[in-house]
């Protein structure tokens, strides 16, 4: 469990109005392996164990998962940015915290199966990936709803190097992201992939300098924020039911929410703004 203590904030370099809405944050938890930062209506979230290359071990896992909860449900953040340094997003799970591992501790233990509660947050959030997004870090990375990546980004799947295969939902979402062929090629090579090719095949959104990855994407996370947060949701889980049903269940899906718009007064604001040619004031109502 995680003791309730002050969140780990960074100060420096904001403007007073962020500041003070950092300062909303620290009644939470305090984190050893991560980075918390309000940035307006934007949740920054630092993977931070640099020694490690940001290993996913288990402390760390917990830590986000908690940070994430948190922030989901807090009307004030719009949209998430998850990030790691520049060397690395994520090089995997933590490899020396599980090879001792039995085939019972991971069965029993259901070992990795709380990984997936970051592809269940309902606000968007995008990875910003710099250097390598190996393993648990490449998966986690699938798990966000956008993937900018930074021109030294290497995504991979080397689980087969290391006498296992992918257990956080490598061998669904590379096949879905990408295809099946160079899916296949990975994760049976550990074969890791540029961040060029990345972008060439769809795994990622956008590709820029390294050093403005976690910009652009907080810019981004900002423009999301400035829509109606309900209809950001609607969109986020019509555009998943694509991904993750058949097709015309997720049509159906997208049509039944496309109509619950119609009930909001912010659908009435946004269309009435269009067409008079001002800004929309939306209200989440
Ligand atoms: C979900 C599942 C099952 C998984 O994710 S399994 C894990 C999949 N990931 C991997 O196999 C990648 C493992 N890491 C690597 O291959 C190499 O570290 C890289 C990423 C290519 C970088 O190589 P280098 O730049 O030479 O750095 P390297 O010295 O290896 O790593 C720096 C430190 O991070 C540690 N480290 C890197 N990846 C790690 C990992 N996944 N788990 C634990 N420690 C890790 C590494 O042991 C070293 O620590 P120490 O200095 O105490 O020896």
Redesign the pocket.
């Known amino acids: 469990m995680l003791s309730l203590r002050r969140i780990a904030v960074t100060t420096r370099n904001l403007p007073f109005s962020t500041i003070q809405g950092i300062r909303s944050l620290t009644t939470k938890a305090s984190y050893n392996n991560i980075l918390v930062e309000k940035r307006g209506k934007v949740a920054l979230l630092t993977l931070n164990r640099p020694?490690?290359?940001n290993?996913?071990?288990s402390e760390l896992m917990n830590e986000l998962q908690d940070a994430m909860s948190t922030l989901d449900t807090d009307s004030g953040v719009g949209a998430f940015v998850l990030t790691g340094s520049e060397?690395?997003f994520?090089?995997?799970?933590?490899?020396?915290?599980?090879s001792s591992k039995t085939f019972v501790d991971t069965y029993k233990g259901n070992w990795?199966s709380n990984w997936g509660s970051i592809s269940r947050l309902r606000k968007p959030i995008i990875a910003a990936v710099n250097g390598?997004a190996?393993?648990?870090?490449?998966?986690v990375a699938m798990m966000c709803d956008i993937i900018y990546a930074g021109d030294n980004a290497?995504f991979?799947?080397?689980?087969i190097?290391?006498g296992?295969?992918?257990?956080?939902g490598?061998t669904q979402r590379l096949i879905r992201a990408i295809g099946k062929a160079r899916a296949m090629e990975m994760i049976l090579t550990?074969e890791q992939m540029t961040a060029e090719e990345a972008l060439r095949s769809g795994l990622v959104a956008k590709v820029f300098p390294k050093e403005e990855t976690v910009a652009k994407a907080i810019e981004t996370a900002e423009k999301i924020s400035s829509f109606s947060q309900n209809h950001v949701i609607m969109a986020k889980e019509a555009v998943n039911q694509a991904y993750e049903v058949g097709l015309q269940q997720g049509l159906l899906f997208e049509l039944r929410s496309f109509w619950t718009t119609f009930a909001t007064e912010d659908q009435k604001e946004g269309m009435a703004a269009f067409i008079e040619k001002r800004k929309p004031n939306f209200r989440d109502q």
């Open positions: 020694k490690a290359l290993a996913l071990n060397k690395a994520a090089a995997g799970a933590d490899i020396k915290e599980m990795l390598y190996l393993g648990g870090g490449c998966e290497r991979g799947q080397p689980e190097t290391i296992t295969i992918p257990g956080g490598g550990g």
